[in-house]
């Protein structure tokens, strides 16, 4: 009976002292509550970044340095131009490329009654009937000699095409527009019909005046 009551009563302490330490709050550190931080603003406050121009920054381009308005329409408006050159017997003459339309092969013609005797004649060109001129016998020259190399430069002026028959088509030049000079006092012979000269690699070309070339 003694060990019974001793052992009832160890059991009574132990379970006492249970009772004791689950009473008694638990130590727990204290947590710390951060406050949100407002839309688009930084979580952490930062030193300020220096500001001193490094070698690798690109430098700022001051306002005179941009070209102004003026001088890139100066630069567009001073393109080269195109010009075809052709013989007319031992003459050099051009024309404008952006006038040209096509170059053919010397075909028949159709005379034409009481025409002037610079128009040749007519041809058939995909079923329009295209006139032919004679330069030589507009501008009052020796006509050259036709032969295989002979061609007909098709120009157009106003919505309306011509054929001018010529020597030979010798190639396209490239000039500044600044290059055409005026056609010089002593040539007498078809000046009214020339718009001017140019010198290139030696060789001088003189630029024809399609609108008085071809009018009637």
Same mark, same amino acid.
């Given at each position: 009976?003694d060990?019974l009551?001793a052992?009832?009563?160890?059991?009574?302490?132990?379970q006492?002292?249970?009772k004791?330490?689950?009473?008694?709050?638990?130590? &727990?550190e204290?947590?710390v509550?951060v406050p949100?931080h407002? @839309?688009g603003?930084?979580p952490?406050?930062?030193?300020?970044?220096?500001?001193?121009?490094?070698?690798?920054?690109?430098?700022?381009?001051?306002p005179?340095a941009?070209? @102004?308005?003026?001088d &890139?329409?100066?630069e567009?408006a001073?393109?080269?131009?195109?010009?075809l050159s052709?013989r007319?017997g031992?003459?050099?003459?051009?024309?404008?490329v952006k006038?040209?339309?096509?170059?053919?092969r010397?075909?028949?013609?159709t005379?034409?009654? /009481?025409?002037?005797?610079?128009i040749?004649g007519l041809?058939s060109?995909?079923?329009?009937?295209?006139p032919?001129?004679?330069p030589?016998k507009?501008?009052?020259?020796?006509?050259g000699?036709?032969?295989?190399?002979a061609r007909?430069i &098709?120009?157009s002026?106003?919505?309306? /095409?011509?054929g001018?028959i010529v020597?030979?088509?010798t190639?396209?030049?490239?000039?500044?527009?600044?290059a055409?000079?005026p056609t010089?006092? /002593?040539?007498a012979q078809?000046?009214?019909?020339?718009?001017?000269?140019v010198?290139?690699?030696?060789?001088l070309?003189?630029?024809?005046?399609?609108?008085?070339?071809v009018e009637a």
């Amino acid at each position: 009976m003694d060990i019974l009551k001793a052992r009832k009563k160890a059991a009574e302490r132990k379970q006492a002292r249970k009772k004791t330490e689950s009473a008694q709050p638990l130590a &727990v550190e204290p947590v710390v509550e951060v406050p949100p931080h407002p @839309a688009g603003a930084a979580p952490v406050a930062l030193e300020p970044i220096a500001t001193a121009a490094s070698s690798d920054a690109p430098e700022t381009v001051a306002p005179e340095a941009v070209p @102004a308005t003026d001088d &890139v329409l100066k630069e567009t408006a001073t393109q080269e131009i195109e010009l075809l050159s052709f013989r007319l017997g031992e003459e050099s003459y051009t024309v404008l490329v952006k006038d040209v339309q096509e170059v053919l092969r010397v075909r028949d013609l159709t005379l034409v009654p /009481n025409a002037p005797s610079y128009i040749l004649g007519l041809t058939s060109l995909r079923g329009t009937m295209l006139p032919v001129i004679d330069p030589c016998k507009r501008l009052g020259l020796p006509v050259g000699t036709r032969d295989e190399k002979a061609r007909i430069i &098709v120009v157009s002026l106003d919505d309306e /095409n011509v054929g001018l028959i010529v020597d030979r088509v010798t190639g396209v030049l490239r000039i500044m527009p600044e290059a055409i000079k005026p056609t010089p006092e /002593n040539i007498a012979q078809g000046a009214e019909f020339l718009r001017g000269i140019v010198r290139k690699d030696d060789i001088l070309y003189i630029l024809l005046d399609l609108g008085k070339t071809v009018e009637a």
